[in-house]
């Protein structure tokens, strides 16, 4: 790589189902960053794009739409062509902009983008991605979620989770729906969101997708997660779980853990392996990772069939070294990666 990572141009990838706030938010950021220079690449289904005309004021903003289809499949190459233009313009001074927002429609999986990132030379040195955002609907986001898989996806795939729309539902309905978000994905930060009116610190340059970045998992998935455990060991093969899990989301996460060193070289077998075959299914990935003779930790993260590892900080006197992987995939069998990952050990 030719380019370090600071002088890389942040990209913030701005998801969440129809009508949950995006294009709120969106303009709120714009107008808090007042001056400063963002290229937003708005997404929208259909010839007409009515947010541009709400965005676009006498600002410094250059907005570049992708229309006639969604950003994960039929535009996918617009995508593509528009950060390389985007990238030549900014080198050959005719654009000068510091950070790029994407926004995607409610329909598309936030995968395919973020893949973007990773997978075109010329793209993955110019462009950092800086973080998946995604707005739930506090109204609509449980309905949404029993019938739209695409935004499970969305919210494996966040980096930073925003509730929009509170006003609107009781305490209880919020609460409901924040513990079904934390089931999903236990590794992005929650947050509500009134009108767009979030503490951008939170959103904007947080390296979400930067394996220095802290693996933070709610404690709270945690305690559920044994929980879930113990459950699953109760059910046969008749119990639909009904009982148990009102929500069973395709889109889920596990943890594994362990004291117990890997063995370097089962554990990249391993992964490598299901990475393959579960590949397409494995949203997102992360964690510390403790080996054997190894004096400090090793980050790893990956998603899709993508992974990456690299050294991180030393395990300190005191500390135990400690394992802690999480897991957001569609369907995945939980069994084959906690079995798989407890024979890596040493
Ligand atoms: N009550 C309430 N309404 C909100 C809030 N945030 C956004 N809205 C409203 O929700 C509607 C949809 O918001 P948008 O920002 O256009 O949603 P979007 O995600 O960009 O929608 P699409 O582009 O269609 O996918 C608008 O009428 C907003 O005013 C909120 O916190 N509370």
């Not at 980096?159 to 089931?183: F, N, P, Q």
Request: net charge negative; glycine share 8%; charged share 30%.
């Amino acid at each position: 790589m030719s380019t370090a990572i600071e002088n890389m141009v942040p990209v913030t990838v701005l998801t969440g189902f129809l009508g949950a706030g995006k294009t709120t938010l969106l303009k709120r950021i714009l107008s808090e960053y007042h001056g400063r220079r963002i290229a937003v690449i708005e997404n929208e289904f259909g010839p007409e794009n009515i947010d541009n005309e709400l965005l676009v004021q006498d600002r410094e903003e250059e907005i570049i739409e992708l229309s006639n289809g969604c950003v994960c499949c039929t535009v996918r190459g617009d995508l593509l062509r528009t950060l390389n233009e985007l990238r030549v313009k900014r080198q050959q001074g005719e654009l000068n902009f510091e950070r790029v927002i994407i926004e995607t429609t409610g329909m598309a999986n936030p995968g395919p983008v973020c893949q973007t990132f990773f997978m075109d030379d010329d793209i993955a040195e110019y462009y950092r991605l800086d973080a998946v955002v995604t707005v739930v609907d506090a109204k609509h986001g449980m309905t949404t979620l029993d019938k739209q898989a695409e935004s499970q996806k969305q919210i494996g795939f966040a980096d930073r989770i925003l509730i929009s729309k509170k006003d609107l539902v009781s305490d209880e309905e919020y609460e409901a729906l924040r513990k079904r978000i934390l089931r999903i994905n236990p590794r992005a930060p929650i947050s509500s969101v009134h009108f767009g009116e979030a503490d951008l610190n939170e959103i904007i340059d947080i390296s979400g997708f930067n394996l220095n970045a802290i693996l933070d998992i709610d404690p709270e998935f945690l305690a559920e997660e044994t929980h879930d455990h113990h459950h699953d060991h109760e059910c046969d093969e008749h119990c639909d779980h009904e009982h148990h899990a009102p929500h069973q989301d395709s889109v889920s996460a596990f943890v594994f853990k362990s004291r117990r060193p890997f063995d370097p070289e089962r554990l990249e077998d391993f992964l490598g392996g299901v990475v393959q075959v579960f590949g397409p299914d494995l949203l997102r990935y992360k964690g510390i990772i403790y080996l054997k003779g190894a004096n400090r930790r090793m980050l790893f993260q990956g998603v899709h069939m993508m992974m990456g590892a690299e050294p991180g900080k030393p395990w300190l006197g005191k500390e135990k070294p400690e394992t802690k992987l999480v897991f957001i995939g569609h369907n995945l069998p939980k069994e084959v990666f906690m079995q798989g990952l407890e024979q890596c050990l040493v």
